[in-house]
Each structure stands twice: as C-alpha cells, then as structure tokens.
C-alpha cells in the first residue's frame, strides 16, 4: 500500500540518520581515545558549543517532520468505497460488511490439525476478510470483551479494539 511505502522510506531515512551519527560519535571517540595531543581551545570554544547544541536539533527536526507527515497520512480519511466493522472476540473476530445489506461472518482460527503444509500458524484462519484491490476501505475496529488488536502488517495498518470505543483506518490495498 502507498502507506506501507511511505513507512518502509521513513525506515530508511531514520536508519540513515542513525548510521551517520553513530559512525560520527564513534570517530570522535576513537580520535580521542588513540590521539595524544589535545587542544585545550576546543574547550573553551562558544562557536563549537553552540554548533553541537543545534545541530542535533536540526536532526531531530529533519526525523520528526517526515514522521508527522506520514502520521497524518494514516488519518486521513477520503470518500471510502465500502465499510467494513470488525468487531474482536475472546477467540475470533466477527466482521460486517455494512454497505451489503449487513453481511455478517465470525472468522476462527484454525487448530494445528486443520493448517495445510505452508500455512501460518495462529494466522490461519476458516472465513477471511475479502477486500478489494486499489479502492479506499473504511474498517471500523471495536472490541466486545477485551483489548484487542487489528492488523495487516503488509498494508502497515495496526488500531487497536478497546471495548466501548469505535476506532477507524482507511486504507487501500
């Protein structure tokens, strides 16, 4: 999904940043470590004070606003094709398709004596969710019981299912 992309480049970016300053930090270290000569006006130095006092602020900032910018780009919802209500169980998850005269189907995992050679252990399950492909799709996640969580990690989409509170995600796959 155009979500995912935007999390796996953000994951690059970071890592990036990451690499940069921790291969820095190391050279300083290790300059100082294995150097004998010090200069004793580094010390006492305003202008380097001042440069190592921003510039991890300017870092911080070029992380942060790529961030944000995905954050909004999770929440934002527009004109979704079709809705669907998720609603988790103790065991199973109960699903509505609301825009087709409230279709309504439970989804079990399958025991290990039913899972075919390949298949995902407590991944698996009877009746799955059939969605449609590069149309926006509205899930409205809730919870009867307890906590719960929704996800399809290839689409980069995770809402929790709190009891008494109706979250929602758009998404296209």
Do not use: C
């Given at each position: 999904?155009?979500?995912?992309?935007?999390?796996?480049?953000?994951?690059?970016?970071?890592?990036?940043?990451?690499?940069?300053?921790?291969?820095?930090?190391?050279?300083?270290?290790?300059?100082?470590?294995?150097?004998?000569?010090?200069?004793?006006?580094?010390?006492?130095?305003?202008?380097?004070?001042?440069?190592?006092?921003?510039?991890?602020?300017?870092?911080?900032?070029?992380?942060?606003?790529?961030s944000l910018r995905i954050l909004y780009?999770?929440?934002?919802?527009?004109?979704?094709?079709?809705?669907?209500?998720?609603?988790?169980?103790?065991?199973?998850?109960?699903?509505?398709?609301?825009?087709?005269?409230?279709?309504?189907?439970?989804?079990?995992?399958?025991?290990?004596?039913?899972?075919?050679?390949?298949?995902l252990r407590l991944l698996e399950v009877?009746?799955?969710?059939?969605l449609p492909i590069e149309a926006p799709?509205?899930?409205?996640?809730?919870?009867?019981?307890?906590?719960?969580?929704?996800?399809?990690?290839?689409?980069?989409?995770?809402?929790?299912?709190?009891?008494?509170?109706?979250?929602?995600?758009?998404?296209?796959?």
């Amino acid at each position: 999904s155009p979500i995912m992309e935007e999390l796996a480049t953000f994951h690059d970016h970071a890592l990036m940043a990451m690499l940069l300053i921790s291969s820095l930090v190391l050279y300083a270290l290790l300059s100082t470590l294995t150097t004998k000569l010090t200069n004793t006006n580094i010390t006492d130095a305003q202008e380097m004070e001042t440069i190592w006092t921003i510039l991890p602020a300017i870092i911080l900032i070029l992380i942060a606003l790529p961030s944000l910018r995905i954050l909004y780009l999770t929440d934002e919802i527009n004109n979704p094709s079709f809705t669907i209500k998720s609603i988790g169980h103790q065991w199973y998850w109960t699903y509505e398709y609301t825009d087709y005269g409230g279709l309504i189907f439970n989804s079990y995992m399958l025991p290990p004596l039913f899972l075919n050679p390949g298949d995902l252990r407590l991944l698996e399950v009877d009746n799955r969710v059939v969605l449609p492909i590069e149309a926006p799709v509205r899930m409205m996640i809730t919870s009867q019981d307890v906590l719960h969580s929704w996800a399809i990690p290839t689409l980069g989409l995770k809402t929790d299912a709190v009891p008494g509170r109706l979250n929602q995600t758009v998404f296209t796959a």
